[in-house]
């Protein structure tokens, strides 16, 4: 049993609106040394393999495939125990 | 100028099912080897301060009060830079 953790992150050049408004309440709310706030996902994935190369590779088929969207999103992936 | 990466995730006992729908969607695409698969937040916030303590403690206040429902999900930060 393989464990991961995949962040997708929206692509700096793209507006990420759900980050400007959770900014825009913090700084309401008294928090004015927000300077900056960006949202994305965190997954966690635990998977029924121990070949730890082939986890590797069919992760970033599923990354590429359904769990970030590569016109707008980064993706990375961390796998371990 | 610190950077924090914030994670939220959703506590084990409750259900996420937006992470049942994935993990049903990577089955049927043929990745048999999810075993499970649990979607979170992941934010990246830039904090315009040098006083680490200070940052901490008031990123630990936002956490509290907007950025997580402490009911249902959890949370953890690390600072850098």
Redesign the interface.
């Known amino acids: 049993?393989l464990k991961a953790k995949v962040?997708?992150?929206i692509k700096q050049s793209v507006l990420d609106p759900q980050?400007v408004a959770?900014q825009g309440?913090?700084h309401s709310?008294g928090?004015?040394?927000?300077?900056?706030?960006?949202?994305?996902?965190?997954?966690?994935?635990?998977?029924?393999?121990d070949d730890r190369e082939e986890?590797e590779a069919?992760l970033k088929v599923?990354c590429e495939?359904?769990?970030a969207n590569t016109v707008v999103e980064n993706y990375r992936f961390e796998l371990e125990g």
């Open positions: 049993m962040y997708v992150t980050g959770v309440a913090l709310m928090f004015q040394e927000v300077e900056s706030l960006r949202i994305g996902k965190y997954m966690e994935v635990e998977l029924n393999t986890a069919r599923m495939k359904l769990l």
